[in-house]
């Protein structure tokens, strides 16, 4: 099992910043991608950003490319998401999730189905 706890979300005017933290414990050996996902108040749960524990390969929906950064230290076994010029269309519950399986595929990572571990979520919030 795997246990995945975020912390840093909060309340930010637009055009602001925020850094959320995913910290993996349990059998994080058998991970081999993070994953952040967002949910918004009566709306799906839908793909940010991913990377592979491996290598440096990234993973970023449309609407977050050029904005947010998602990075991770292995050796703490963490992956953060530095969220820039927020909008408040990003306001939302962040989820970290994590994929027990190997892919290069950008598809596999935005699929929620995909990860077999999620945390509980930090709530984000954009005032305009």
């Known amino acids: 099992q795997v246990q995945l706890v975020e912390s840093g979300g909060g309340l930010v005017q637009a055009g602001g910043s925020l850094r959320l933290s995913c910290a993996a414990s349990?059998?994080?050996?058998?991970?081999?991608?993070m994953g952040w996902f967002r949910q918004a108040p009566g709306k799906e749960r839908e793909f940010a950003a991913a990377?592979?524990?491996?290598?440096?390969?990234?993973y970023y929906a449309d609407s977050v490319q050029g904005r947010f950064t998602i990075s991770r230290d292995n050796a703490k076994n963490t992956v953060d998401l530095q969220m820039n010029s927020l909008k408040p269309e990003d306001t939302a519950v962040y989820y970290c999730?994590?994929?027990?399986?190997?892919?290069?595929?950008?598809?596999?990572?935005?699929?929620?189905?995909?990860?077999?571990?999620w945390g509980q979520g930090t709530q984000v919030t954009v005032s305009s």
């Open positions: 999730a994590a994929l027990n399986h190997d892919s290069d595929s950008y598809y596999y990572h935005s699929l929620p189905s995909s990860y077999a571990y």
């Open positions: 349990g059998r994080t050996f058998s991970l081999f991608s």
């Open positions: 990377i592979r524990w491996s290598g440096s390969t990234t």
